[in-house]
């Protein structure tokens, strides 16, 4: 069974840093496409960050260069950087699995997901 959980949320100022991790167990890092995804109030739920199963990353054009997914693989954790904080990353955050569809076809829907944690920017 896949379980994932996240941790790292709060509250912070515009311009500051916060590290999100989420410990997952029930499925081998190779064959599963991780990332994560965020959603605010009134909004619909989007993708900021993902790794696929060959380790390619892509982050939401808005969080470019703010943002970095990473993670430790013998440990079992993902991890999202946020640098440089602003009043509209305010959200509940997710961290999320899909199977891996193979190269052809690359990640499959993201059907595992965590609880979801708080993140919080005041300006």
């Known amino acids: 069974q896949v379980q994932l959980v996240e941790s790292g949320g709060g509250s912070v100022q515009a311009g500051g840093s916060l590290r999100l991790s989420c410990a997952a167990s029930?499925?081998?890092?190779?064959?599963?496409?991780r990332g994560w995804f965020r959603q605010a109030p009134g909004k619909e739920r989007e993708a900021v960050a993902t790794?696929?199963?060959?380790?390619?990353?892509s982050h939401k054009y808005s969080v470019q260069g703010r943002f970095t997914i990473s993670q430790d693989s013998a440990k079992n954790t993902l991890y999202l950087q946020m640098n440089n904080l602003k009043p509209e990353d305010t959200a509940i955050y997710y961290c999320?699995?899909?199977?891996?569809?193979?190269?052809?076809?690359?990640?499959?829907?993201?059907?595992?997901w965590g609880q979801g944690t708080q993140v919080t920017v005041s300006s």
């Open positions: 999320a699995a899909a199977p891996w569809g193979g190269s052809w076809s690359g990640c499959e829907k993201y059907v595992y």
């Open positions: 029930g499925y081998t890092y190779s064959t599963y496409c």
């Open positions: 790794i696929d199963a060959n380790g390619r990353i």
